[in-house]
T-cell receptor
Framework: QKEVEQDPGPLSVPEGAIVSLNCTYS??????FMWYRQYSRKGPELLMY????GNKEDGRFTAQVDKSSKYISLFIRDSQPSDSATYLC????????????FGKGTTLSVSS | EPEVTQTPSHQVTQMGQEVILRCVPI?????FYWYRQILGQKVEFLVS????????KSEIFDDQFSVERPDGSNFTLKIRSTKLEDSAMYFC?????????????FGSGTRLTVV
């Protein structure tokens, strides 16, 4: 069983739609959960960071972590064409100094 | 906004040659990392570095690889005797500043092509 599973998409939505991106994981020891955005041939850019279970909101983005189900989500409200990118979930056991385990990424396309 | 800087952006090398990839992490960060991403695949952890020594490494990070912090600002990844399968994007990252600082900040990457 893979450690972090993420539906690769592609996911295509019209501008203004609400987007839901999800990851599941197998190791209950993960404590820190992140969402990154990656444009083609660029480095991952941190969008959201969550510790343990709960919700976190930042502008149009909301991250949810459900540790009991080993499931994390990223919601994007009022999606824009500039949101078109690959979204990577990542998680780790500790806050720093340890490996981030990534999902494969979901490719999102927002059309105007 | 502080950023992680990587050089070169693209390197082509012949199989069997040694390459050094360079990174300047965010200045007040304490932890440094290398990751790689083979085209179409996941971002994979290679190694983490703290207090001038390796704190964790993956199975990928074998004797072919080494890391070094030669001065107060640079962090390098050396790949000895490169193989075709080493062709990938290599990302440097840093984390953990003196104040509360969450998440890992990645550089734009070095695209390594082994021919």
């Amino acid at each position: 069983q893979k450690e972090v599973e993420q539906d690769p998409g592609p996911l295509s939505v019209p501008e203004g739609a609400i987007v839901s991106l999800n990851c599941t994981y197998s190791n209950s020891a993960f404590q820190y959960f992140m969402w990154y955005r990656q444009y083609s041939r660029k480095g991952p850019e941190l969008l959201m960071y969550t510790y343990s279970s709960g919700n976190k909101e930042d502008g149009r983005f909301t991250a949810q972590v459900d540790k009991s189900s080993k499931y994390i989500s990223l919601f994007i409200r009022d999606s824009q064409p500039s949101d078109s990118a690959t979204y990577l979930c990542a998680m780790s056991y500790y806050q720093a100094g340890t490996a981030l385990i990534f999902g494969k990424g979901t490719t999102l396309s927002v059309s105007s | 906004e502080p950023e992680v800087t990587q050089t070169p952006s693209h390197q082509v090398t012949q199989m069997g040659q040694e390459v050094i990839l360079r990174c300047v992490p965010i200045s007040n960060h304490l932890y440094f990392y290398w990751y790689r991403q083979i085209l179409g695949q996941k971002v994979e952890f290679l190694v983490s570095f703290y207090n001038n020594e390796i704190s964790e490494k993956s199975e990928i990070f074998d004797d072919q690889f080494s890391v070094e912090r030669p001065d107060g600002s640079n962090f390098t990844l050396k790949i000895r005797s490169t193989k075709l399968e080493d062709s990938a994007m290599y990302f440097c990252a840093s984390s953990g500043g003196g104040e509360v600082d969450y998440g890992y900040t990645f550089g734009s990457g070095t695209r390594l092509t082994v021919v």
